[in-house]
Each structure stands twice: as structure tokens, then as C-alpha cells.
């Protein structure tokens, strides 16, 4: 329609899925895959590195990285287009969703299982995670990195649950 902006699939109220969780309790430590997280508004996901201070991050943390989040599909883009197999245990980040355009949701609250985030920033490709994997990655997740969110309603996430829009 002439003079309306296109529609993303997340504002056409289209749902994706939560696919992956990782927490670790320490920044150099390697994720640990978990069914289920508990996350506390506005601190982070309980038992994980960022919440307890142990995290690799510059030491102006902001309130805007309590929970992280990356897609699958860029898991997949990155092995036909760069032939770099990297493992959601290996992005560093703790939720990997599949079916939802994360770029699209800065600004946007959403619901992720039973609680509800706004997402603030995009994560920007950093060279710990190239330290971290061994992988020369970093140029190939510009734009792609992920998804730095406040969590305004905690509760639990599992894996399976839904991603979707909050009015």
C-alpha cells in the first residue's frame, strides 16, 4: 500500500521459538546449555556470569545487557556463506531464537516464554569471541552479532517457548 512503510514478520504479530539457552558463571568459562533460565527484571538470568559480575564486558556496564540474544538463522547463514561452523554454544550469547528478525525488534518490547523484554541495542562482533572459539568470525557478524535486551518482567524461559510481540 502507497505510503505505508513494509511490515517485518515481527510487527505482523508472527511468532518464532526459543531454540537454544546458555549461561556460564564466568566470562572465559564455556556456555552450558540448559532447558530452562530464570530471569530477574532488571538484574539479568540468574546463575549467569553478567548478573554475578563475572563477565567479560567493559566495566560501564549498562542496564541494557541483562540477557543477550541471537538468531539461529545467522548459525546457518554463517555456514553456507562462510563456510564457519559455529555451534549456539559458541556465539556467546544466551538465547538463540529461530524465526524472528532481531534487527527489527530494537526499540520493541516483546514476550519471550513468560516474560516480557525491551530490546535496546544490537550487540556489536567482538574479538574475545574470536579469542574464545578460535574463529576469524568478528567481520562476518556485523549487523548479525545480536540483541542486547532489558528484562522488565522475569519468570521463567525454556527452551520451546514462544517469541513474540507485546502490545
Same mark, same amino acid.
Given at each position: 500500500? /502507497?505510503?505505508? *512503510?513494509?511490515? @517485518? ?8 521459538? &526459543?531454540?537454544?539457552? +546458555?549461561?556460564?558463571?564466568?566470562? $572465559? ?7 530452562? &533460565? @530464570? ?8 546463575? #549467569?556470569?553478567?548478573?554475578?559480575? !563475572? ?8 542496564? #541494557?545487557?541483562?540477557?543477550?540474544? $541471537? !538468531? $539461529?538463522? @545467522?548459525?546457518? /547463514?554463517?555456514?553456507? #556463506? /562462510?563456510?564457519?561452523?559455529?555451534? *549456539?554454544? !559458541? ?9 524472528? *528478525?532481531?534487527? +527489527? ?17 544490537? @550487540? !556489536? ?6 579469542? &574464545? ?23 521463567? &524461559? ?8 507485546? *502490545?
Amino acid at each position: 500500500m /502507497a505510503g505505508r *512503510p513494509a511490515q @517485518t514478520s515481527a510487527q505482523m504479530g508472527r511468532s518464532g521459538v &526459543v531454540r537454544f539457552l +546458555h549461561i556460564a558463571p564466568r566470562g $572465559f568459562l564455556p556456555m552450558r546449555a540448559v532447558s530452562s &533460565v @530464570t530471569l530477574i527484571a532488571g538484574r539479568g538470568i540468574e546463575g #549467569d556470569r553478567y548478573m554475578i559480575s !563475572e563477565g567479560f564486558y567493559s566495566h560501564r556496564r549498562l542496564e #541494557d545487557q541483562q540477557i543477550t540474544l $541471537f !538468531e $539461529f538463522e @545467522t548459525l546457518v /547463514a554463517l555456514k553456507r #556463506d /562462510a563456510k564457519v561452523d559455529l555451534g *549456539p554454544e !559458541e556465539h556467546r550469547r544466551n538465547v538463540t531464537v529461530e524465526g524472528v *528478525p532481531l534487527n +527489527h525488534l530494537v526499540g520493541r518490547r516483546f514476550w519471550l516464554g513468560e516474560t516480557l523484554l525491551e530490546a535496546t541495542r544490537l @550487540t !556489536e562482533p567482538c574479538r574475545h569471541l574470536e579469542k &574464545v572459539t578460535g574463529k576469524a568470525i568478528a567481520k562476518h557478524l556485523i549487523n548479525r552479532a545480536g540483541l542486547y535486551c532489558k528484562i522488565l518482567d522475569g519468570g521463567i &524461559v525454556r527452551v520451546g517457548d514462544t517469541v513474540r510481540n507485546a *502490545p
